[in-house]
């Protein structure tokens, strides 16, 4: 027998226009580990992101973070090799200077050049770190320092900008990012390729690409999207 069989099935979407940046705070409340993840939850909303100006910025943003990720990779393997170059280093600072030129219409040049100062310092002491993995010695002393410096990076940037970049949430994306950086120059030196790939997918991820299942943002974005939330009318 034929028979028209009818369910009635009740939907409700979340159509708030902060329902990503809530979703993200829900999912950083039950699982652990990610603290920096409600950074994201501070941003804008998403109408001014959408505007050409920002999307444009952000473009702009991610672009020259990603040259920062992979020449800041390229060059400490190179320095496990024995291959260090003055002018490839040199190359990584005009890097984070031309980041930091994105911050001077904002902040002005003082804060420009500060950034630029903890930035280096970041770098210069993570180099500490790889030189001390190549030659065999203990890291307690070049990791100390790169915590620091890592701290200092955090503290400033909550500084100026304290509503969108939490000082517990760039500690842990900056850790996270030098420590995997090390971990995965200490791989290559055992020739643990595989474990090697893993951390630069895992920094990619926290720096660039961010968690497409979850929809989590990469530091570029929180960045980005933090001097836009912080700037709204340049941007309209």
């Known amino acids: 027998m034929y028979k028209i069989i009818t369910h009635s099935i009740k939907e409700e979407h979340f159509d708030h226009p902060m329902s990503a940046e809530v979703a993200m705070g829900h999912y950083a409340n039950t699982n652990p ?41 390229d060059y400490l393997i190179s320095l496990l090799d024995n291959r260090e170059s003055s002018d490839v280093e040199m190359e990584l600072y005009k890097n984070i200077d031309e980041i930091g030129s994105f911050i001077d219409p904002f902040y002005g040049p003082n804060i420009a050049n500060e950034f630029n100062s903890c930035m280096r310092d970041m770098i210069k002491n993570l180099i500490f770190n790889v030189r001390d993995i190549r030659s065999g010695k203990d890291l307690t002393d070049s990791k ?93």
């Open 33 to 73: 580990n990610t603290s920096h993840i409600m950074a994201t939850a501070l941003i804008a909303g998403n109408e001014i992101m959408l505007r050409p100006y920002s999307v444009e910025f952000r473009m702009n943003i991610g672009s020259l973070f990603s040259r920062f990720f992979w020449r800041t990779r």
């Open 144 to 236: 100390k320092l790169l915590t620091q410096s890592v701290t200092t990076l955090a503290n400033f940037l909550n500084r100026i900008n304290p509503t969108q970049w939490p000082y517990t949430a760039i500690v842990d994306i900056f850790s996270d990012f030098t420590n995997n950086c090390i971990e995965q120059i200490s791989a290559r030196k055992s020739k643990s390729w595989i474990e090697d790939m893993r951390l630069v997918d895992k920094n990619q991820d926290l720096m660039l690409s961010g968690d497409i299942f979850s929809g989590i943002n990469p530091f570029t974005e929180i960045f980005a999207k933090g001097i836009i939330a912080q700037n709204q009318q340049r941007f309209i």
